[in-house]
């Protein structure tokens, strides 16, 4: 029973390392001039909650891809204001004010906002909720944390997309 539990969650991992993201590191990226456009980064740490999600994100109103966990997505727009959008059953939209030849960093963040476990004889039900956010990250923040993400590709697929 002990090698059946060990079994599956190593197939369990194998799953979820599937949705993650496996594009271009960021800090491999040939970084060009942004030439009097902004950029907006909009990206997910890898995290073990919600790890087997991927998320459609649009910049105002148009998808610029698929996030998925520890990735990152960009996108050139010119300077001023622009909405930043996850689309949920409710969306998930942020304002943005991107500057002339800036970058703009966005992080998606999801964590347990509680969880309940209620035994029924043999087996539980678990019952949990979801905090999630879109965060208008400060520059320097930002760069040093997406510099080890991966690129999400525009088609992925994932359990929860």
Known sequence: MVIFRKIFVLLFLVILTGCSASGIKYQDLVQTELNGQSEIIVYRKSQLAASGGCYRVNVDGKEIGILANG??????????????????????DLEVETIKDTKSYIEYTIGVSNMSVFP????????????????DTP?????KTVMNLRESLKTHTCMSE
Do not use: C, E, F
Request: net charge positive; no cysteine.
């Open 71 to 92: 990735g990152y997505l960009r996108k050139t727009v010119d300077p001023g204001k622009h909405t930043v959008s996850i689309v949920l059953r409710k969306g998930l």
């Open 120 to 135: 029924i004889g043999t087996i539980s039900v678990v019952n949990m909720g979801w905090d999630v956010a879109l965060v």
């Open 139 to 143: 520059k320097d923040h930002g760069l």
